[in-house]
């Protein structure tokens, strides 16, 4: 990114510090300006964060990275993450246990397109009929460019190329949850073939799965804002911004609440990013004059990680295993991890993802836990599963937006001069993910800059 050169640096208010704030106020900090990174929390992270609990450091949310999320990766590199000791590094699979009527997919480390024959030709649990509909699909995705005319939805997209139903139960629909977070019924073809286009058909490394071994916050949100910090700027949490004014001369004033005295180099603005959730940056934009009102009106969708600690001795014969949901029969869990394979002192302890499902999110914590414990016991063929030592369900009941065919996000740019959106809703190929929140952080730190310079 291209550095200003003008003096005094400018200023620039950053307004939340999720990953897409952090992004943005890594870039410019390192273009030259000074940055001022505004939390209303007491945490760095946003949706995607580090919480304590029973004297573990875990995470509000079980999250998965991918070799694709080349701007999430090449900012942490930035940041002075070790890649290597933070991310565990797995091949693409969907390995489901072996007491499940399930499959085994494993692509193994070879040139695109070779690992995903292999990992097809090798695949247990699917019918030639199923390898056939995999590979149809594969080919004629990339002979589209992975674009549609229209888009539609993945449900639709599924039927429209003669997916078996057994590869679509075992496969596309996880898959779906998992990177859009909105049942396939409902979720944007186009955005999901996006997904594809980057992990399944790019290179080998791009479809590697990456699992935290660190928490969120320390995996980048709390090195980027060291890094601000180290260039001049200032980080204060527990500030909430109540309003915003534009002055006469284009600076901008922050109307902000914090419950100590102490406010210091809360000044009027050269620019300012709203990198909070959607709906504190409508409530902010809302009052401002010649806001034109057309932000579009976003439903949501939960997450719910299950965190069951167990004897030391339990541990899964992978990091990560599929796990096949029926809420129907009380089976909420679409993913199981290992986290004693991610850190040291975690050993015993699993964390269960439940995606998309507001019947889960709706339920007794007690209740949800007995469940989600009795489909490990019977998934994984271990009654000891069924008494967990302890549990805790941590829920985000609007964790994403709901990622439906033709929804319209706003541009990083606002109608306001100065003012910029950075967020995993805002426009761009991506679903509400870390690598669409760090995106729209970078591309809402490209447009500041340039209004920057302009001035």
């Known amino acids: 990114m291209a550095k200003l050169t003008s003096s005094p640096a400018k200023s620039v208010a950053i307004i939340g510090a999720g990953w897409a704030g952090c992004a943005a106020a890594l870039e410019l900090a390192q273009a030259g300006a000074h940055i001022t990174l505004i939390e209303a929390g007491r945490h760095l992270g946003g949706r995607a964060r580090g919480v304590s609990l029973h004297g573990h450091q875990l995470d509000n949310g079980q999250h998965i990275l991918l070799g694709a999320y080349s701007e999430s990766l090449r900012l942490m590199r930035k940041a002075g993450v070790d890649i290597d000791q933070a991310l565990l590094k797995l091949p693409l699979q969907m390995v489901y246990p072996q007491h499940e009527d399930g499959m085994s997919f494993i692509a193994p480390r070879l040139p695109a397109p070779l690992h995903m024959l292999v990992a097809l030709w090798k695949t247990t649990g699917?019918?030639?009929?199923?390898?056939?509909?995999?590979?149809?699909?594969?080919?004629?995705?990339?002979?589209?460019?992975?674009?549609?005319?229209?888009?539609?939805?993945?449900?639709?997209?599924?039927?429209?190329?003669?997916?078996?139903?057994?590869?679509?139960r075992l496969m596309w629909n996880p898959l779906c949850i998992a990177a859009l977070n909105t049942p396939p019924e409902r979720a944007s073809a186009q955005v999901f073939l996006n997904v594809l286009r980057d992990s399944l058909g790019a290179s080998r490394a791009a479809s590697d799965m990456l699992l935290p071994r660190v928490d969120l916050s320390a995996l980048f949100p709390d090195k980027a804002a060291a890094l601000v910090s180290k260039h001049g700027g200032q980080v204060l949490m527990g500030h909430t911004v109540q309003a915003l004014h534009q002055n006469a001369d284009g600076k901008w004033q922050l109307d902000i609440k914090h419950s100590e005295a102490n406010t210091a180099g809360i000044t009027p603005f050269d620019s300012v990013i709203l990198a909070s959730d959607f709906a504190n940056a409508e409530r902010l934009m809302q009052p401002l004059p010649g806001h034109t009102g057309s932000m579009p009106a976003f439903t949501y969708e939960s997450i719910t990680t299950c965190y069951l600690q167990y004897e030391q001795t339990v541990r899964l014969p992978r990091p990560m295993l599929a796990l096949l949901d029926d809420p129907a029969q009380s089976k909420w869990g679409q993913y199981v991890f290992d986290r004693g394979q991610l850190h040291d002192t975690q050993a015993g302890l699993l964390a269960v993802a439940v995606s998309a499902s507001e019947q889960a999110c709706a339920l007794d914590q007690q209740q949800l836990a007995q469940d989600i414990a009795a489909q490990l016991a019977h998934s994984l063929g271990m009654p000891t599963l069924l008494q967990p030592l302890w549990h805790k369900c941590i829920s985000e009941k609007r964790a994403t937006f709901s990622c439906t065919p033709k929804l319209q996000r706003p541009d990083n740019q606002t109608s306001s001069p100065g003012l910029f959106l950075a967020g995993d809703y805002t426009k761009g190929d991506y679903p509400a993910t870390l690598e669409g929140a760090v995106r729209s952080g970078v591309a809402a730190s490209k447009a500041a800059l340039a209004f920057l310079k302009s001035k």
């Open 126 to 168: 699917l019918s030639f009929a199923d390898k056939q509909a995999l590979a149809r699909f594969s080919t004629t995705a990339r002979w589209m460019s992975w674009r549609l005319h229209e888009d539609c939805s993945v449900t639709e997209l599924l039927e429209r190329f003669d997916q078996t139903e057994r590869l679509c």
